[in-house]
């Protein structure tokens, strides 16, 4: 069983739901990346989604694509990511942890030589943006090969073809986009979200995250009623960017316990 399996798993015994933080690779600095993992996984987090910074990150808003900008001006590429998910497995065993970004870095990598790269660093899950299932049959045969979930987005415009399409490449769960838009927007319908969720569900057995527009506590609690799991990005990156670079793990550890203890509540 894989360990964002075994997570899901765990959580539905304990009658809680997910807390998928998000954050870029390399943001603010490489060296305060695996403390940041250790920080969110301390504070709550059941899943650690780490974004792979790329020059045209064409689903993420502003905030994130500030985020990838300045990992990018350090320089950090897939390589680095799977280096510092390396260094994070030696201490955290029982964390999962999803790569999340776009093809191109994947490409220039070659398909066998990321996965063989991904398992080995302790990677578990990978949300490739621009890689949709009806055209990722070779890359889906070498995460399974490897034993990396491939997870897919679905939003409020996906046709019954492309569910059916992710219901059945998909592994580990499903992320559905809240609204129309990118990272960061704002103006999340709940009741809107709740009817889409109840329909995919007659289409899809896994786990079902909502990300996109959660922003604090309130909002993830409410999300957390009806969806198996709440991602939460562009405002641990806001805090990322706004704190004093000798308070960003504090500040952030205390954003995501926070969020935690209110969907918890």
């Given at each position: 069983m894989s360990r964002i399996k075994a997570r899901f798993a765990q959580l539905k015994q304990q009658n809680k739901k997910a807390l998928i933080p998000f954050f870029t690779a390399g943001d603010p600095t490489p060296a305060l990346?695996?403390?940041?993992?250790?920080?969110?996984?301390?504070?709550?987090?059941?899943?650690?989604?780490?974004?792979v910074p790329f020059s045209d990150p064409m689903a993420d808003g502003?905030?994130?694509?500030?985020?990838?900008?300045?990992?990018?001006?350090?320089?950090?590429?897939?390589?680095?990511?799977?280096?510092m998910v390396r260094e994070f497995r030696k201490q955290n065993t029982t964390t999962p942890v999803v790569l999340m970004g776009y093809a191109n870095p994947i490409e220039a990598m070659g398909y066998e030589s990321f996965a063989r790269q991904a398992q080995a660093a302790g990677v578990d899950g990978v949300l490739t943006v621009d890689y949709p299932p009806e055209?990722?049959?070779?890359?889906?045969?070498?995460?399974?090969?490897?034993?990396?979930?491939?997870?897919?987005?679905?939003?409020?415009?996906?046709?019954?073809?492309?569910?059916?399409?992710?219901?059945?490449?998909?592994?580990?769960?499903?992320?559905?986009?809240?609204?129309?838009g990118v990272t960061g927007a704002a103006n999340v319908d709940l009741a809107e979200v709740k009817?889409?969720?109840?329909?995919?569900?007659?289409?899809?057995?896994?786990?079902?995250g909502v990300g996109f527009g959660i922003r604090d506590g309130v909002?993830?609690?409410?999300?957390?009623?009806?969806?198996?799991?709440?991602?939460?990005?562009?405002?641990?990156?806001?805090?990322i960017e706004s704190a004093p670079a000798d308070q960003v793990t504090a500040r952030v550890g205390a954003l995501v316990k926070s969020i935690r203890t209110a969907m918890d509540s």
């Amino acid at each position: 069983m894989s360990r964002i399996k075994a997570r899901f798993a765990q959580l539905k015994q304990q009658n809680k739901k997910a807390l998928i933080p998000f954050f870029t690779a390399g943001d603010p600095t490489p060296a305060l990346t695996v403390p940041l993992m250790h920080t969110l996984a301390e504070a709550g987090a059941d899943i650690i989604e780490l974004g792979v910074p790329f020059s045209d990150p064409m689903a993420d808003g502003p905030t994130i694509q500030r985020s990838s900008e300045r990992a990018l001006l350090h320089h950090v590429g897939l390589k680095d990511i799977l280096g510092m998910v390396r260094e994070f497995r030696k201490q955290n065993t029982t964390t999962p942890v999803v790569l999340m970004g776009y093809a191109n870095p994947i490409e220039a990598m070659g398909y066998e030589s990321f996965a063989r790269q991904a398992q080995a660093a302790g990677v578990d899950g990978v949300l490739t943006v621009d890689y949709p299932p009806e055209e990722c049959g070779e890359f889906l045969a070498c995460l399974a090969q490897h034993a990396l979930d491939p997870i897919f987005l679905l939003s409020p415009t996906s046709v019954d073809a492309r569910v059916a399409a992710v219901a059945k490449a998909a592994r580990g769960f499903v992320y559905y986009v809240s609204l129309k838009g990118v990272t960061g927007a704002a103006n999340v319908d709940l009741a809107e979200v709740k009817a889409r969720l109840t329909k995919l569900r007659k289409q899809i057995s896994l786990p079902l995250g909502v990300g996109f527009g959660i922003r604090d506590g309130v909002m993830a609690k409410s999300m957390a009623e009806f969806a198996d799991a709440v991602v939460i990005g562009s405002r641990i990156v806001q805090e990322i960017e706004s704190a004093p670079a000798d308070q960003v793990t504090a500040r952030v550890g205390a954003l995501v316990k926070s969020i935690r203890t209110a969907m918890d509540s």
